[in-house]
């Protein structure tokens, strides 16, 4: 009656003991699994990056472009706006010297 009583004790230890190692196993699997999915994840958050990264290094060579591009049209128009203030100012001269000539 012992033996039976030991026996069964440790017939339950054992069912127990492989149920535990099932759920262990389906654990395990799931890890694999999710390890899996979060490398392919990490691989391509470093492609998105470097992507971005090149986004970022390619505005910055337009934006720099574009700049150098405006103080050129900014040099210009400042030149030009020089040129018109020297010729308002030469023709407003004008009329002064020959109204004076013809008042005389």
């Known amino acids: ?16 003991t492989i149920a ?3 759920v262990f196993r389906r654990e395990l699997r799931e890890l694999k699994s999710n390890q899996a999915t979060y490398a392919t994840s990490l691989d391509e ?9 090149n986004a970022i290094r390619e505005i910055n060579m337009q934006g ?3 700049l150098q591009n405006l103080t050129v049209e900014i040099e210009r128009a400042r030149a ?10 030469l023709a407003s001269a004008e009329p002064m010297r020959s109204g004076a000539r013809a008042g005389r």
């Open 20 to 22: 535990g190692l099932l």
């Open 64 to 66: 720099l472009t574009t």
């Open 45 to 53: 958050t470093g492609v998105a990056l470097m992507t971005v990264g």
């Open 80 to 89: 030009m706006l020089d040129e018109l203030e020297k010729a308002a100012g």
């Open 1 to 16: 009656m012992t033996s039976f009583l030991v026996e069964s004790i440790l017939l339950v230890a054992l069912i127990g």
